[in-house]
């Protein structure tokens, strides 16, 4: 079964900008569906942005132009750009793919 590992996670002022990156342990994101996600502290995990298919991107409302979702031509590592931070964005953010979930990584911004 393919392995997710997240990393890039941190503390940010608002305003700020942070690069998540999923790797993992094999080639799949080339033509594959995969999704980033992201749990605030009380709430349910929602849907911030997915690659479908290894080439369209779909983003949450509360994101679009501010994050960008990429991949690695290898298919081994998918990006999650985010600039503009808001406090709103806090939260544990996984990689998902298909019934494979990340470890997650922690995003805290700071108004």
């Known amino acids: 079964q393919v392995q997710l590992v997240e990393s890039g996670g941190g503390l940010v002022q608002a305003g700020g900008s942070l690069r998540l990156s999923c790797t993992a342990s094999?080639?799949?994101?080339?033509?594959?569906?995969m999704g980033w996600y992201r749990q605030a502290p009380g709430k349910q995990r929602e849907l911030v942005a997915s690659l479908i298919d290894g080439g369209s991107r779909v983003y949450a409302d509360s994101v679009k132009g501010r994050f960008t979702i990429a991949r690695t031509a290898n298919g081994f590592t998918v990006f999650l750009q985010m600039n503009s931070l808001n406090p709103e964005d806090t939260g544990v953010y996984y990689c998902?793919?298909?019934?494979?979930w990340g470890q997650g990584t922690q995003v805290t911004v700071q108004g």
């Open positions: 998902n793919f298909g019934e494979v």
């Open positions: 094999e080639s799949v994101f080339r033509r594959k569906t």
